[in-house]
């Protein structure tokens, strides 16, 4: 007697799982593309876009006034370090303003902030828990080695602590131990959410896959996307300098570009 159940066939409720995205080659031309790109959406929409910055920018300036009003003075650095690291989450709204210039779609705040906010619903905020869990990670290892490094050492202002860290041999050693470890972490976080922050947004898929796809895409074009990490690093440091507020414009630019060098190293999601 046949079974009335066909074992080749999977339950209705099993949705299939999307093929994984293939990734295409870049080359330099396709950051100078893609900045280009981003430069353009800024200019088209230059309040809305400065406003994300805005928000990220006065978003770090209080937390620097938390940490001083803490008493937390070791922390200033580390935290304006590592500040960056969190800027890809603080994107999804600029991602989702240059998805809707490339269409030619109209919108307004209303749409934008409504896809910000539908994203809790959706996988990126799994990313969001990946970026905040190594931030932390990052602010504890720094916390590990000051003690490691500067136990003998004391301060109480922001200038002692530079005098120490800048002028010491102790101070030396903090910073070229924190280096190293910060760029590992860095380059952890750039390879899983350069590709997959954008992607989450843009296509129905799970986290995982999206940070594959993304690892995929900085391993097959390791100089390219190497080039383009240093420029957001740069770009995001030399903004901190001024009180943040380089970050207003910095910040959408960067977040506009990416989107389009997304577009670029990933082939379009299948209709």
Not at 51 to 56: A, P
Not at 224 to 250: D, H, N, Q
Not at 255 to 269: D, F, M, N
């Amino acid at each position: 007697m046949a079974s009335s159940t066909d074992d080749s066939t999977p339950p209705d409720n099993m949705a299939p799982q999307p093929a994984m995205p293939e990734v295409n080659r870049l080359t330099a031309a396709d950051i100078t593309a893609s900045l280009k790109a981003g430069f353009s959406d800024f200019l088209a929409r230059p309040v809305m876009s400065g406003f994300f910055g805005l928000f990220y920018a006065v978003f770090g300036i209080l937390f620097v006034w938390c940490l001083v009003w803490l008493g937390k003075i070791w922390m200033i650095i580390p935290a304006a370090v590592g500040f960056p690291l969190v800027a890809p989450f603080a994107a999804a709204g600029l991602y989702e303003m240059s998805r809707r210039l490339q269409k030619g779609e109209n919108f307004g705040w209303s749409e934008i902030l409504t896809v910000m906010a539908n994203q809790r619903k959706r996988e990126l905020g799994w990313m969001a828990f990946v970026t905040l869990f190594i931030f932390w990670v990052w602010t504890y290892q720094i916390r590990l080695w000051l003690a490691i490094t500067l136990q003998k050492a004391s301060f109480s202002d922001f200038e002692g602590f530079l005098n120490i860290v800048l002028f010491t041999p102790q101070g030396w050693t903090f910073l070229a131990i924190g280096t190293c470890v910060g760029a590992f972490l860095s380059a952890v976080l750039f390879s899983v959410t350069v590709i997959a922050m954008p992607m989450l947004l843009d296509r129905e898929t799970n986290f995982v896959s999206a940070m594959l796809t993304s690892v995929r895409a900085v391993s097959e074009n390791p100089v390219v996307m190497l080039g383009w990490a240093a420029i957001i690093s740069v770009t995001m440091l030399i903004s901190l300098a001024p009180a943040f507020l380089g970050l207003v414009f910095t910040l959408p630019i960067l977040g506009h570009t990416t989107w389009h060098l997304y577009q670029r190293a990933v082939s379009p999601a299948e209709v």
